[in-house]
């Protein structure tokens, strides 16, 4: 079905004129490396993250402007301005020297959404040490195969972590310190562990950024690929001018916005739209600890009076499924702008947004690897339903072939990207083979399918390769199965996602059994509650199936491609190299 275009009124009639309000014209003048005319640079020399995010504000007379107003799942609500911001991640970078902890080495968070991490993140960056923020739900397989593979040397968590941290510390040798966190309580602590309010209290509230270079590591997300376990996509200090840029142009930010993203700072968003983007912009950010409810999310709007929102596809459609009424007993009336991203977001979920919110939701395109926005709807553009909309400033995606040549309109082909710009990650930690296999005839391949209409807009097709995407998260088959095969009664297990109405796909495992072992629902709870445990309640398979055989390549490989055909009783395709 074709959607209606939604118009835009002329950038004039705009009650906030639009940063973008001459596409054509502001395009052919952008130049990325010209947008750090615009930031600051450390004092001295270099370029820091943290710094044009957090301490430059207090330069430009936003000292008392506030930057986060958190609540907690409690309810508690405190506010912090830019000046708390500076000596907050002040002491935590000193407490991080203190602790002997030297340029460059990687310092994890894995909690959920306290003010503390936010500290955390930018004192590491001050400190010259590189960030990884790891979702607070992951089991200790996840987080732990992730901070293997960094060689962390300083965890900042949680007592409710304390579990999965014993599970995981066996294959930790980099592991040094470990700092523990209670939001406004001191907890009781164990052998080997710091206190956080103990370490903050010594600390200094002044500090002198370590001098980064705008090549300099900064942060590392992981990302899911169709083998092998998840991979640390590394970005830079520069990648700062993508985050100020897109922030400014995309997320369209004014100095009155009160803004509210609502990733987690584990995923790519919640670091580079949830703390890079509006601070270096300078905006007051709302940050709910609690996860999703309908109401919920609505009272945040309106309490806080958001302006500018930022959030996913899955939630979308939750919010959809509560219902026309729920949004009207609030009042939404201070939104002007809201966004997408993560997931395909369908169109009728943009036809509804603006039905029932009066606004539609503004779908964009990008990813881990990419690390800021590439592709956007802006606010002036009308919208097409289902496009994610056109090239970014300064960005230059294409369709392309299998030789890397640019296929004509209306073709699909590979979503690729003319590598270059500032946030674009530098290398998959320890995985340079891999990240130097992601590129073809000078262009950037992004995993994802596409095609691009006449006028330039770009449309989602799917993945490329067999990673699931679950309710806007990443899931690589292989980190499943490899979980899944721990378990003593699993000879083999194959991943696929699939299809689902909310979360457009759920993880989906067939397993054969070994010797001894009889299919049973009793079994399949079992391996679901081992699975959860290891990998998370968003990672692990939400069905089981049980199979005599997984179809299979000659050489061995199985055929996830295969499973999900049969599974969605589709054409099965090329069998030629099915094993017998
Ligand atoms: P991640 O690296 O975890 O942020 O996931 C990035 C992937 O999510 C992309 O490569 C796409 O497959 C998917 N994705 C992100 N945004 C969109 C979007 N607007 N439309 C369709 N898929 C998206």
Redesign the pocket.
């Known amino acids: 079905m074709d959607y209606e275009i939604i118009d835009k009124p002329p950038v004039d009639e705009f009650a906030v004129r639009p940063n973008l309000d001459n596409y054509v014209a502001q395009r052919a003048a952008f130049n990325y490396p010209d947008v750090i005319k615009e930031l600051d640079g450390l004092p001295g020399g270099g370029l820091n993250i943290a710094y044009e995010a957090i301490d430059r504000h207090l330069v430009h007379g936003r000292a008392d402007k506030l930057c986060w107003i958190w609540e907690g799942k409690d309810g508690r609500v405190e506010n912090y301005t830019y000046a708390d911001a500076s000596r907050m991640s002040n002491q935590f970078a000193n407490v991080l020297v203190k602790l002997g902890v030297a340029k460059g080495d990687r310092v994890f968070c894995f909690m959920d959404r306290v003010p503390e991490l936010y500290a955390a993140v930018f004192g590491t960056l001050k400190a010259g040490c590189v960030t990884g923020p790891l979702f607070s739900a992951f089991g200790p397989d996840a987080a732990g195969d992730r901070m293997a593979d960094a060689g962390a040397r300083v965890l900042v968590t949680t007592p409710d972590q304390r579990a999965k941290l014993t599970a995981m510390r066996p294959n930790l040798p980099a592991l040094q310190h470990v700092i523990m966190v209670e939001h406004g309580k001191e907890p009781a602590l164990e052998a080997g562990e710091l206190s956080w309010n103990a370490l903050i209290k010594d600390a200094s509230e002044v500090f002198e950024i370590v001098r980064t270079e705008p090549e300099d590591p900064a942060v590392m997300?992981y990302?899911?690929g169709t083998t092998g376990k998840s991979k640390g996509a590394v970005h830079v200090h520069q990648a700062v001018l993508g985050h100020y840029a897109t922030g400014k142009y995309v997320l369209d930010f004014h100095e009155d916005d009160i803004y509210w993203c609502t990733a987690d700072p584990g995923?790519?968003?919640g670091t580079s739209y949830g703390m890079f983007a509006p601070h270096t912009n300078g905006m007051t950010s709302v940050i709910y600890e609690g996860g999703f409810s309908a109401n919920k999310w609505y009272e945040t709007i309106q309490k806080y009076k958001v302006t500018v929102w930022y959030t996913a596809?899955t939630a979308i459609r939750l919010l959809m499924k509560a219902g026309d009424e729920v949004p009207r007993k609030y009042d939404l009336s201070t939104l002007r702008y809201i966004m997408?991203?993560?997931?395909?977001?369908n169109p009728e979920a943009v036809v509804w947004s603006n039905r029932v919110l009066g606004l539609p939701f503004h779908?964009?395109?990008?990813?881990?690897?990419t690390g800021s926005i590439m592709?956007a709807n802006y606010p002036w553009m009308p919208i097409r339903p289902g496009s994610?909309g056109r090239p970014m400033l300064g960005i230059e995606p294409g369709i392309i072939d299998d030789d890397g040549n640019l296929k004509p309109p209306g073709e699909e082909g590979d979503l690729a990207v003319r590598p270059g710009w500032p946030s674009m990650f530098r290398t998959y930690w320890h995985n340079d083979d891999m990240y130097q296999s992601k590129f073809r005839n000078g262009w950037y391949i992004?995993?994802?399918r596409g095609r691009m209409d006449a006028d330039g807009y770009f449309w989602?097709v799917g993945?490329a390769d067999d990673?699931i995407?679950t309710a806007?998260?990443?899931v690589g088959p292989f980190e499943v199965e490899s979980a899944m095969l721990e378990h003593p009664a699993v000879a083999e297990a194959g991943v696929i996602g699939k299809p689902d109405p909310v979360a457009m796909e759920i993880v989906k495992a067939f397993v054969t059994l070994k010797d001894g072992y009889e299919p049973s629902d009793k079994l399949r709870g079992e391996l679901m509650q081992f699975a959860r445990k290891k990998l998370g309640p968003g990672v692990a398979p939400r069905e089981i199936d049980f199979l005599m055989v997984l179809p299979k390549t000659r050489s061995g490989k199985i055929m996830r491609r295969l499973l999900k055909a049969r599974e969605l009783g589709l054409p099965e395709g090329d069998t030629s190299t099915l094993e017998e």
Request: proline share 6%.
């Open positions: 997300h990302t899911s995923w790519v968003t596809p997408s991203v993560g997931e395909p977001l779908d964009n395109w990008w990813q881990t690897e592709i994610m992004t995993g994802d989602f993945r990673v995407n806007g998260h990443l």
